[in-house]
């Protein structure tokens, strides 16, 4: 069980640290560059859900992530020689997958420590967004969670839908896996056929800046 | 006494809960994002406190803010059906209510566990302004605090201003409605009146970003 | 050996809030705006780093560095009556000795505090680079990270020369100093020679905010 979360939780951090990349070959940075923002993207929104938690940051505990970091960063790099050429959707559904597991196993880290439902669903919800938040904020990019359709609603339904598959009495490992895949298929449809929710109205563009 | 510390907060967390949702209303999100644009902006500044001053984050001890802020967030996409009729000084004068509350309520928890003046100042401040500044961030636009008057002026007023009370004997209670009433009374009268104080020289625009 | 420490600490706190006040220039802010700004460049780095941690906050304990940062803002703003004529590399090699400063004395203190070296090094980069990072990102300006050549490297090259100098067996100030001048060293190389490590290839502009 321990196991199977261990392998969840590098895969998230492989592809958030492989859209920071992506990002930043819209940059011309160098290869450390290239790192930090990797490493911003797929470990910011676990560390601000440890520290929030005050339980030991699992990056500061097991330093086998700064490696595997590392290593996609410099794989990126190395295989993708033109970003140009990458097709927008791909940064997209690779920042899919990595939300989806973040959500999921953010709310399961925080049961674990004890937290109440609704906090450790707002925590998983951080867990999938912040790295991603983060990444684009210092891109100076509007984030995906104002941007995108159903991007922290996917998130909110990981984790309301782990804890709702642990309460009918399902073995963790199925409810993890379970949520995972109702949170990607919401967001995959979100980004494929552009299903919505009603928005909140907007308002004209001119006036939003003064 | 704590029963009115408690009150205020709640407050404080409502009327930043509603700026955070009204500026959701600016860009066409679903509901869950303007809830989660709400939580932003009305629990930001008192989780980073909490987190500096290392002890438990008040939000996780006690979810009821959680249900407040869902609350207010349902509330405002409810009634409020046309965002773009709301006036802007609508959302700077809710803006200021919860600075004002939030600057001083965080001075007095900083003082309560054991912070020195200048720091409970600082952390009251950081209390007040920064949650609204993670909002205006993660939208896009220059934070409050670097483009009104007065903002980050107002958030010390009310820190020293308590400070001050209690120094004066002044039973706490009494400190913290005084306190308050400064801090917004200064705020306002920067936001009606164009109060203000001579700014740091200002170099012009087109070098600014070269 | 701490008499050093403590020295060294209060320059880079003196250089980051000194470019803080700079930067503030570019605004017309009042001069409470002025020293919060400063304050957030010279201690935002290492606030993350000693919250991530989880070790007291080192201006929550010795307030005297906030003295220290109000009384650079209040210089800053009397002795430079016109930041307007202030070149842009005055701010570009204040930043650059903070960064190399607090990127060294940020690993120093990690390993003191029994990180593992890639866990120190990468605390290091994050003392050094955030202080400024949240300054840019709140100027709404594109972050030095981002925007600069060689500049979480040289905040890596710092950490790296400071564990490889201990690690031959030189004494600690010995590897301090060092590794401060090797990191500034690569770091003005960048802002006035222009030496550069090759890029991850850009893509065009007219693509990268769609």
Known sequence: ???????LDLFGVIVFAFSGALMAGRYQLDPFGVAVLSAV???GGGTIRDVILQTPVFWVKNPIYLYVILATAALTIIFIRCPKRIPKRFLLVSDAFGLALF????????LTLGAAVPVAILLGMVTGVAGGMIRDVLCNVIPMILRQEIYATAAILGGVLFTF?????LPE?????GAILGALALRLA???WRVTLPAFEIIDHDESNK
């Open 190 to 192: 979100a980004i494929y």
């Open 1 to 7: 069980m321990l196991e199977l979360l261990y392998w």
């Open 103 to 110: 959500a999921v196993l953010g709310t399961e880290k925080a």
């Open 173 to 177: 490992h199925i409810a993890i896996i």
């Open 165 to 169: 598959l642990l309460y009918l009495g």
């Open 41 to 43: 993207t797929a470990i």
